[in-house]
């Protein structure tokens, strides 16, 4: 055995498909010692028993391409490294057998278009053309997916870790990591029983070891096993090895050759966790007894959708573990906590399909020292504290293998760990009749259930049973006022004799404001990237208050946090479970605030972007006037043991006024009328405030300049090559979502990043980014035939630079 070297510039642990993708990937890149070290063998913990599906359709764009490059590497693998991968080309099959499922099989069709996946839509006859084998009788259409296919993961394997050795990686096998050595700001190396290995950077792709290990350094990296099932039927008539894969996602199953039998398996709704006790230290190779009754169900529908299966025997009965996520998807990039800290784990039963992709941006990623595309839905970064707690991850785990094959609706709601973090006023919400989701573990209202009707969710894809009831809060906002509890906002202070200077480097607008002054603004990466939207509030000379969404938490702390300079004089404080927020927004909030305090909220003592501390009810309450509904208002800030009292006092005096009750659907409608754009959708960080039309919020000529400032210059003497603008469909039955593509005289130029109902407009609001044509005029893009395409037919649809309502902003400065 060769012996370990004493340094490495890369350390990776684990030697699965997606260690040994990174490592490929790193190598082929020029990387030099680069090593992986394995426990045990090469895919022994749970690449082996992989079922070898290779799919490239996803739920997001970036997404797909990853798994798009992942099957186009794999095509050529055995060639380039002479090493037999099992890789087979035969297409993949999914039906559907209902009209919901149908569309949603639809929809994916049409985003494929966007980034030129050949997806078709099928009938049932050509359904049964290309599988003869298949029961079509409760078959309504499906979707085929020609470039699709099969591998074998353990051979795939082998390939990229021959591929990675003939680059110069060094592999060791039967080496397990004990430890991770860090100085507390950075990794440093990691320990071995044969010795220390100083390391730049070390990346975690343990698979289900790797919450354990993370957590051994004060890294979050939440995910639990699963018991997967699948079984091997063998002497199968009619079975052909030109099968295409089938997936039949309303039963939870899916089919693929394999090797002349035919193996049948599932993701069912109600899985097992397993592992809660810990992993036993010699599992390699291993299976688990699994509960022949638990996947009985599954087998016997599937024996109705494959008749021939009913005259076929079982060779064999399979149950393996699987690393599951809390919201299915898996988490890779720079661990917040430590710098050079990266993640590759809690794939979701699609690591095989994932792993080439997952090698390609990791290892750009180290490299740069940053993603190479948006890859936010899948970042480190996204996962919150709680989300490690053994409790909350087995509980959520049972329902998330489900999810895989469950229909994606639109809004749905976990239905597990729930009721994790609670705003001061949740259960006087419960009272009003909120329909609570769960958002980063926040319980939050997203639309109000008038009395008599229960505030339950009913899904689909047109609309849903709240679609009328969140359309009279929408109108109480609109027309007189509301209340909105947005406590979920996570808030920081930075304060200290340098938090100005560094915040104002960070910020691309300018926060050299007086005190009481607030200033809507990006913070930007080196290429002009959005890396996050939020507000920043001067308190007094030496503090400022910083307001962002509840997803990014996390992300945008660490984003400060490393932006800090060692020598810079100031504290970072994450104050978000410090107070509680109440939103009062309409044409009405003056009033009924002003019956309420003895402060003047009139609009030339309280103007818009102006923030101060009023008395109101026993509390004393930060007042901020700004919106995200487009329409007079103000956020509190306030207390957490205050909230009670707070809401108490406003809902009291709300009843001379007609306050209504408002939850986030109805600010979503709300905020993409007024043409509004929300982080991780509409504007990312590949997005520029130039492209996002959000120029209005960046002081190029501010002192000291900011991040991204130069990369931003260059851009606007260059010109930009995309747009987002503001749509609306003509036609006000079809509904947006998200994805959708979007037609302009016939030519695909661009996507749906974010849509909803416009119900002060008359009809679906779609926000999305179009090229703009080579020499031509970027202010004239709106012009044009526009055309959506919602589940393969294109709608009409007029475009905007401006918001379609109140392009003026004279609503929210009267």
Same mark, same amino acid.
Request: charged share 20%; with cysteine; net charge negative.
């Given at each position: 055995?060769?012996?370990?070297?004493?340094?490495?510039?890369?350390?990776?642990?684990?030697?699965?498909?997606?260690?040994?993708?990174?490592?490929?990937?790193?190598?082929?890149?020029?990387?030099?010692?680069?090593?992986?070290? *394995?426990?045990?063998?090469?895919?022994?913990?749970?690449?082996? +028993?992989?079922?070898?599906?290779?799919?490239?359709?996803?739920?997001?764009?970036?997404?797909?391409?990853?798994?798009?490059?992942?099957?186009?590497?794999?095509?050529?693998?055995?060639?380039?490294?002479?090493?037999?991968?099992?890789?087979?080309?035969?297409?993949?099959?999914?039906?559907?057998?209902?009209?919901?499922?149908?569309?949603?099989?639809?929809?994916?069709?049409?985003?494929?278009?966007?980034?030129?996946? *050949?997806?078709?839509?099928? $009938?049932?006859?050509?359904?049964?053309?290309?599988?003869?084998?298949?029961?079509?009788?409760?078959?309504?259409?499906?979707?085929?997916?020609?470039?699709?296919?099969?591998?074998?993961?353990?051979?795939?394997?082998?390939?990229?870790?021959?591929?990675?050795?003939?680059?110069?990686?060094?592999?060791?096998?039967?080496?397990?990591?004990?430890?991770?050595?860090? #100085?507390?700001?950075?990794?440093?190396?990691?320990?071995?029983?044969?010795?220390?290995?100083?390391?730049?950077?070390?990346?975690?792709?343990?698979?289900?070891?790797?919450?354990?290990?993370?957590?051994?350094?004060?890294?979050?990296?939440?995910? +639990?096993?699963?018991?997967?099932?699948?079984?091997?039927?063998?002497?199968?008539?009619?079975?052909?090895?030109?099968?295409?894969?089938?997936?039949?996602?309303?039963?939870?199953?899916?089919?693929?050759?394999?090797?002349?039998?035919?193996?049948?398996?599932?993701?069912? /709704?109600?899985?097992?966790?397993?592992?809660?006790?810990?992993?036993?230290?010699?599992?390699?190779?291993?299976?688990?007894?699994?509960?022949?009754? +638990?996947? *009985?169900?599954?087998?016997?529908?599937?024996?109705?959708?494959?008749?021939?299966?009913?005259?076929?025997?079982?060779?064999?009965?399979?149950?393996?573990?699987?690393?599951?996520?809390? $919201?299915?998807?898996?988490?890779?990039?720079?661990?917040?906590?430590?710098?050079?800290?990266?993640?590759?784990?809690?794939?979701?039963?699609?690591?095989?399909?994932?792993?080439?992709?997952?090698?390609?941006?990791?290892?750009?990623?180290?490299? #740069?020292?940053?993603?190479?595309?948006?890859?936010?839905?899948?970042?480190?970064?996204?996962?919150?504290?709680?989300?490690?707690?053994?409790?909350?991850?087995?509980?959520?785990?049972?329902?998330?293998?489900?999810?895989?094959?469950?229909?994606?609706?639109?809004?749905?709601?976990?239905?597990?760990?729930?009721?994790?973090?609670?705003?001061?006023?949740?259960?006087?919400?419960?009272?009003?009749?909120?329909?609570?989701?769960?958002?980063?573990?926040?319980?939050?209202?997203?639309?109000?259930?008038?009395?008599?009707?229960?505030?339950?969710?009913?899904?689909?894809?047109?609309?849903?049973?709240?679609?009328?009831?969140?359309?009279?809060?929408?109108?109480?906002?609109?027309?007189?006022?509301?209340?909105?509890?947005?406590?979920?906002?996570?808030?920081?202070?930075?304060?200290?004799?340098?938090?100005?200077?560094?915040?104002?480097?960070?910020?691309?607008?300018?926060?050299?404001?007086?005190?009481?002054?607030?200033?809507?603004?990006?913070?930007?990466?080196?290429?002009?990237?959005?890396?996050?939207?939020?507000?920043?509030?001067?308190?007094?000379?030496?503090?400022?208050?910083?307001?962002?969404?509840?997803?990014?938490?996390?992300? #945008?702390?660490?984003?400060?946090?490393? +932006?800090?300079?060692?020598?810079?004089?100031?504290?970072?404080?994450?104050?978000?479970?410090?107070?509680?927020?109440?939103?009062?927004?309409?044409?009405?909030?003056?009033?009924?605030?002003?019956?309420?305090?003895?402060?003047?909220?009139?609009?030339?003592?309280?103007?818009?972007?102006?923030?101060?501390?009023?008395?109101?009810?026993?509390?004393?309450?930060?007042?901020?006037?700004?919106?995200?509904?487009?329409?007079?208002?103000?956020?509190?800030?306030?207390?957490?043991?205050?909230?009670?009292?707070?809401?108490?006092?406003?809902?009291?005096?709300?009843?001379?006024?007609?306050?209504?009750?408002?939850?986030?659907?109805?600010?979503?409608?709300?905020?993409?009328?007024?043409?509004?754009?929300?982080?991780?959708?509409?504007?990312? $960080?590949?997005?520029?405030?130039?492209?996002?039309?959000?120029?209005?919020?960046?002081?190029?000529?501010?002192?000291?300049?900011?991040?991204?400032?130069?990369?931003?210059?260059?851009?606007?003497?260059?010109?930009?090559?995309?747009?987002?603008?503001?749509?609306?469909?003509?036609?006000?039955?079809?509904?947006?979502?998200?994805? *959708?593509?979007?037609?302009?005289?016939?030519?695909?130029?661009?996507?749906?990043?974010?849509?909803?109902?416009?119900?002060?407009?008359?009809?679906?609001?779609?926000?999305?980014?179009?090229?703009?044509?080579?020499?031509?005029?970027?202010?004239?893009?709106?012009?044009?035939?526009?055309?959506?395409?919602?589940?393969?037919?294109?709608?009409?649809?007029?475009?905007?630079?401006?918001?379609?309502?109140? /392009? $003026?902003?004279?609503?929210?400065?009267?």
């Amino acid at each position: 055995m060769a012996e370990l070297p004493d340094k490495a510039n890369v350390v990776i642990i684990g030697g699965g498909v997606i260690g040994c993708s990174i490592a490929y990937h790193l190598a082929k890149l020029g990387f030099s010692d680069v090593v992986l070290l *394995e426990r045990q063998q090469l895919t022994s913990g749970t690449t082996w +028993h992989a079922a070898g599906l290779v799919g490239q359709l996803r739920t997001s764009i970036n997404m797909t391409k990853l798994a798009k490059y992942t099957s186009e590497l794999y095509r050529g693998l055995e060639a380039e490294t002479g090493q037999a991968t099992g890789y087979k080309q035969c297409g993949s099959i999914s039906i559907a057998t209902n009209e919901e499922r149908f569309e949603e099989l639809r929809r994916s069709a049409s985003m494929a278009k966007v980034f030129d996946l *050949e997806v078709n839509v099928i $009938d049932v006859d050509e359904i049964a053309e290309r599988y003869p084998l298949i029961n079509s009788d409760d078959v309504l259409g499906g979707i085929h997916i020609p470039s699709d296919g099969y591998a074998n993961a353990v051979d795939i394997t082998q390939a990229l870790a021959r591929g990675a050795r003939t680059n110069g990686a060094r592999i060791f096998q039967d080496t397990k990591v004990t430890g991770i050595l860090h #100085d507390g700001a950075k990794v440093t190396g990691v320990s071995t029983p044969a010795g220390d290995i100083e390391a730049g950077y070390v990346v975690i792709c343990g698979g289900m070891w790797s919450r354990d290990l993370a957590a051994s350094i004060g890294v979050n990296v939440p995910l +639990h096993a699963c018991e997967h099932y699948y079984a091997l039927f063998e002497s199968v008539a009619g079975l052909d090895p030109n099968l295409p894969v089938l997936r039949d996602y309303d039963a939870c199953t899916y089919y693929k050759y394999d090797a002349g039998k035919l193996l049948v398996g599932a993701f069912e /709704p109600s899985a097992k966790p397993w592992g809660m006790d810990g992993i036993p230290e010699d599992f390699c190779f291993d299976e688990i007894a699994g509960d022949f009754d +638990h996947f *009985e169900p599954v087998l016997h529908d599937a024996m109705q959708r494959i008749p021939a299966l009913q005259d076929a025997g079982i060779q064999k009965f399979f149950c393996g573990p699987e690393s599951f996520t809390p $919201d299915v998807r898996y988490h890779i990039g720079q661990a917040p906590e430590l710098r050079n800290c990266f993640v590759s784990a809690g794939l979701n039963s699609i690591g095989l399909q994932s792993a080439g992709g997952i090698g390609k941006v990791m290892s750009e990623w180290i490299r #740069d020292g940053h993603p190479p595309v948006d890859l936010w839905e899948v970042d480190v970064r996204r996962n919150m504290p709680f989300q490690g707690n053994r409790k909350y991850l087995q509980e959520r785990v049972s329902e998330s293998l489900g999810l895989l094959y469950a229909t994606h609706w639109p809004y749905r709601q976990y239905a597990t760990s729930r009721g994790v973090r609670k705003s001061a006023i949740h259960d006087r919400l419960v009272g009003a009749g909120a329909c609570h989701g769960e958002a980063f573990g926040w319980e939050r209202p997203n639309w109000y259930a008038p009395e008599g009707v229960e505030p339950q969710y009913e899904y689909s894809y047109g609309r849903q049973n709240w679609f009328e009831y969140s359309a009279a809060e929408h109108k109480a906002v609109r027309e007189n006022v509301a209340l909105f509890d947005q406590s979920s906002f996570a808030k920081f202070r930075l304060e200290g004799r340098d938090a100005m200077r560094v915040l104002n480097t960070v910020c691309a607008n300018d926060v050299d404001v007086a005190p009481g002054r607030l200033v809507y603004t990006q913070w930007l990466n080196e290429r002009g990237g959005i890396e996050a939207d939020l507000t920043v509030t001067r308190l007094d000379e030496q503090t400022f208050l910083i307001v962002t969404a509840a997803e990014t938490e996390i992300r #945008d702390q660490s984003w400060l946090r490393r +932006h800090i300079p060692d020598d810079a004089h100031c504290v970072l404080t994450n104050v978000t479970s410090a107070m509680g927020v109440i939103s009062i927004m309409g044409p009405r909030s003056r009033d009924l605030l002003q019956s309420l305090t003895p402060a003047d909220m009139s609009h030339a003592a309280f103007p818009f972007a102006t923030s101060r501390a009023i008395e109101l009810g026993f509390a004393m309450v930060r007042a901020s006037r700004i919106t995200f509904v487009g329409e007079l208002g103000w956020e509190l800030y306030v207390p957490t043991e205050f909230m009670l009292g707070v809401y108490d006092e406003l809902v009291a005096a709300g009843e001379a006024f007609g306050l209504a009750h408002a939850g986030y659907h109805a600010l979503n409608s709300l905020r993409i009328e007024k043409g509004y754009r929300h982080w991780s959708h509409d504007i990312t $960080d590949e997005d520029t405030p130039l492209e996002a039309g959000l120029e209005f919020t960046v002081k190029f000529d501010k002192p000291g300049g900011f991040t991204g400032r130069e990369a931003l210059l260059q851009q606007k003497d260059a010109g930009i090559s995309r747009r987002l603008l503001q749509f609306r469909l003509a036609d006000p039955e079809p509904l947006l979502y998200h994805n *959708e593509p979007v037609w302009r005289n016939g030519e695909l130029v661009g996507h749906v990043t974010s849509g909803a109902y416009g119900h002060t407009l008359g009809a679906c609001i779609g926000l999305g980014y179009v090229s703009v044509p080579a020499g031509s005029d970027a202010s004239k893009l709106a012009e044009g035939d526009y055309e959506i395409e919602v589940a393969g037919v294109r709608h009409a649809a007029v475009a905007s630079l401006r918001p379609m309502y109140d /392009p $003026d902003n004279e609503r929210i400065r009267s």
